[in-house]
């Protein structure tokens, strides 16, 4: 054994010794909720496809009409081969529902945020952020070079005090959180976020890839309170309710001028291919034209949440603390006897003793499903054990 397959090697033996491993399982959707592991016919109640339009036959059709009419690719990054007409239709659709001067599409939303963020901080600025904000905006701050500060978790308080004390000693700056927690499915308390990042002119950039569709009457969570929050970078995805692939940012003109002009991750990336596109954008329509498709995931987790006594929850995502890693991958398991599939999600996804179900929600599911893994839960022993941001 070489020393590359050692070091590999003796890695993973760490990591399996903490219970941390993970495998990839071979696993079919659809249709509906459906999936199918290792033969086995199971409900998924891990998805992210909230709205379940990856499988919608308009969905579909329009991403193979764009196969049929322009290809399976997109041939080179958007600056070398050309802006595509349907990517150019998808971000005034996205910019329009945002409501936003204008939008850009980035291949991911990982490659959106280490793109932006570094764009447009670097060495003497400051960036704060939500200690549960998701991976890709640490990543994106990071790389920027920018001082980063963590805040609490949705502790304004805590907020504000690092603004007042750091923000007068730096460039500029900014705030970044997610507007729907991923592992805690709250939301980022944008109403007062936005006033405080004015106040000292720090720029508010929201993560809303588990917002859009679903929250904020399908407009995400800078429009959970009716009129859209002042939030000046809305970042997100196409790859959840949206159904498709891709990632975006929403904001002036000027800025995405600029975007278009400096994020890396978008000047020498290939551009979305057509079918991904053309999907996206039937998915806004879908959405667009029908209410109670954007409802539906959040009335099946309040649903839930009320069969087991949890508080209501504010997004599709409903989270039950086990605590261990061990403990969390046998109830996963013991779940999945009973015909559901149920991710135990670890460290380092979520913080130490955190281990958790992560339950997510679709307008697929059948109210009968939802209930009868809400009993499996509550016979597993782990009712009432909802998330640690429900319960503060």
């Not at 901080?121 to 980063?148: F, P, Q, W």
């Not at 805690?184 to 929201?206: E, K, Q, S």
Request: aromatic letters at 4%; hydrophobic letters at 45%.
């Amino acid at each position: 054994m070489d020393s590359l397959d050692r070091f590999a090697a003796e890695k993973l033996a760490h990591i399996r010794a903490a219970g941390l491993y993970r495998a990839l399982a071979p696993t079919a959707r659809g249709p509906g909720a459906a999936a199918t592991r290792d033969g086995r016919p199971l409900i998924s109640f891990s998805c992210n496809d909230y709205l379940n339009l990856s499988l919608h036959p308009e969905v579909k059709a329009r991403a193979q009409a764009a196969i049929d009419a322009h290809g399976a690719g997109s041939g080179a990054s958007r600056l070398v081969t050309g802006n595509h007409p349907l990517l150019v239709e998808l971000e005034a659709r996205l910019a329009r529902l945002k409501g936003a001067e204008d939008a850009v599409v980035f291949g991911s939303g990982y490659l959106a945020n280490i793109g932006i963020i570094p764009s447009l901080v670097g060495r003497g600025d400051l960036i704060l952020i939500d200690e549960l904000a998701h991976n890709c905006l640490y990543m994106g701050a990071k790389l920027s070079g920018a001082e980063t500060l963590v805040f609490r978790h949705n502790d304004m308080d805590d907020l504000e005090a690092l603004l007042h004390a750091q923000r007068p000693s730096h460039g500029r700056a900014m705030i970044l959180t997610d507007g729907v927690f991923s592992m805690d499915g709250d939301l980022a308390p944008l109403a007062a976020i936005c006033p405080l990042a004015r106040a000292h002119d720090a720029w508010a950039l929201t993560d809303d890839a588990h917002g859009i569709g679903v929250v904020g009457d399908g407009r995400g969570s800078s429009f959970v309170s009716g009129a859209k929050a002042d939030v000046p970078l809305q970042m997100g995805t196409l790859s959840k309710a949206i159904g498709s692939y891709g990632g975006y940012l929403c904001a002036s003109h000027a800025v995405i001028d600029y975007i278009r002009n400096r994020a890396r991750s978008f000047i020498f990336s290939t551009g979305l291919p057509p079918a991904s596109a053309a999907a996206a954008i039937a998915a806004l329509d879908l959405i667009e034209r029908d209410p109670a498709l954007r409802a539906a995931p959040l009335v099946k987790a309040r649903l839930f949440t009320d069969r087991l006594g949890l508080p209501a929850p504010q997004s599709p995502i409903v989270p039950i603390i086990v605590g261990g890693a061990a403990e969390t991958l046998a109830a996963s398991a013991a779940l999945m006897e009973k015909g559901f599939l149920v991710t135990g999600i670890r460290p380092p996804s979520v913080p130490e003793g955190t281990a958790r179900l992560r339950v997510t929600f679709s307008a697929a599911h059948a109210d009968s499903d939802v209930l009868a893994l809400a009993d499996a839960i509550a016979a597993l022993g782990l009712a009432g054990q909802g998330s640690l941001a429900e319960s503060a």
